[in-house]
Structure formats: C-alpha cells, structure tokens
T-cell receptor
C-alpha cells in the first residue's frame, strides 16, 4: 500500500498567488516525521520543510508552510506568493519512528506562470 | 548548495560493467543514505551507513554494495549493470539518526547504462 500519496501530478499557479500541494500519508506509528523536498529541472533535491507528528503547531519556513491535519493524515504544502523559480517537482516524504529511510510520494509538478 | 558532494555528475557505461559512485557528506554529518530515482520506481531508499557501520537496508540489489570510510565519505558500487539500472542516484546525509533529523541531498549522479 502507498504510504505517501500525492494526488496532483501537475499543478499550475499564477505568479504571486498561493498554491497548495496535497500530501496524504498512511502509518500506524504514532511517531513520524513529514518532509517536503523540491526538485528543480537541474535534478538536485532541496529540503524545504519538516513537520513532526508531535508538533503542536504547523511548520513554517519563509514562504513555505505546512498544513498538518493529523486526524486526516494530511500534510499539505502551502507556497505563498509564488515565484517563477518555484516551478519544480515537489515531493512529500515520511520517516516513521522506527525507520531511518524516507519514503517518498510520486511528486507534483508545479508550474508557475508569469 | 546542501554541502553534500557527489561525483561524478554523469556516468555513461555499458551493460555488464561496474561503476563506483562517490559521496562526501556535509561536514559533521555521521549518517549517509543512498537513494535511487527512476521513472518507473520513483525515489527509493537503498542503504544507510552511520559512522562507518551499515545501519539500514532498503531495496538494494545484490549486485549493488556500499561502504562508508573512516573519513565518513561513502561509495556505492554497482556491478553487472543492466539497462534498468539507469537512474539518478542520490546520496544524502544527516547529523544523526532518527527523529527529526533532516536528510540533506547531494546533486546526484546520473547513470546511463547503454
């Protein structure tokens, strides 16, 4: 079964607008971490934001914020004031408490239009 | 720039050959992870080393092996290469293991097997 589901293969947003990228996860472990990474066309994986399962508040990092709804098992990434440079693949990933590995979703390709 | 370096950036080789991918973690990071990104399988965890010792194993083929040296750099050896081994191979590193430790990815080595 898929542990990380990203249902949006592609998303389009106008420059300066906000966009939400969806991520749902599946785990029975009460301790886990959720990560978002950005992969531009050049290929590197860039860490954006982290949310721990016990964190009381939604994580924020600059223009990135995480809409964490634990009961729904969702961890959506919100990018505010989109920029052309935000055009990239975005991956949601999870690490469960007893594991060292990251499990990735299939990614969402975001295109920011001028 | 994540601080993780990988060499070479690109590698083209023939089926049946053997290659070695090299990774230097961020300064101070003890843990190194290897991931494979392919079109059909997505991003998959291969193996992890912590301070020179193998710590976790994922979907790594028997034809593949890795090690971490005393200076903490790591090498991933791929042998008897097949067309399906063509992929982007990432190394990631983290300071420690588990919990909220963020894995920072290198730029990747793009392997093409002809």
């Amino acid at each position: 079964a898929q542990k990380i589901t990203q249902t949006q293969p592609g998303m389009f947003v106008q420059e300066k607008e906000a966009v939400t990228l969806d991520c749902t996860y599946d785990t029975s472990d009460p301790s886990y971490g959720l990560f978002w990474y950005k992969q531009p066309s050049s290929g590197e994986m860039i860490f954006l934001i982290y949310q721990g399962s016990y964190d009381q508040q939604n994580a924020t990092e600059g223009r990135y914020s995480l809409n964490f709804q634990k009961a729904r098992k969702s961890a959506n990434l919100v990018i505010s004031a989109s920029q052309l440079g935000d055009s990239a693949m975005y991956f949601c990933a999870m690490r469960e408490g007893g594991s060292e590995k990251l499990v990735f979703g299939k990614g969402t390709k975001l295109t920011v239009n001028p | 720039d994540s601080g993780v370096t990988q060499t070479p950036k690109h590698l083209i080789t023939a089926t049946g050959q053997r290659v070695t991918l090299r990774c230097s973690p961020r300064s101070g990071d003890l843990s190194v992870y290897w991931y494979q990104q392919s079109l059909d399988q997505g991003l998959q965890f291969l193996i992890q080393y912590y301070n020179g010792e193998e710590r976790a194993k994922g979907n790594i083929l028997e034809r593949f092996s890795a090690q971490q040296f005393p200076d903490l750099h790591s090498e991933l050896n791929l042998s008897s290469l097949e067309l399906g081994d063509s992929a982007l191979y990432f190394c990631a590193s983290s300071v420690d293991v588990g919990g909220s430790e963020t894995q920072y990815f290198g730029p990747g080595t793009r392997l093409l097997v002809l």
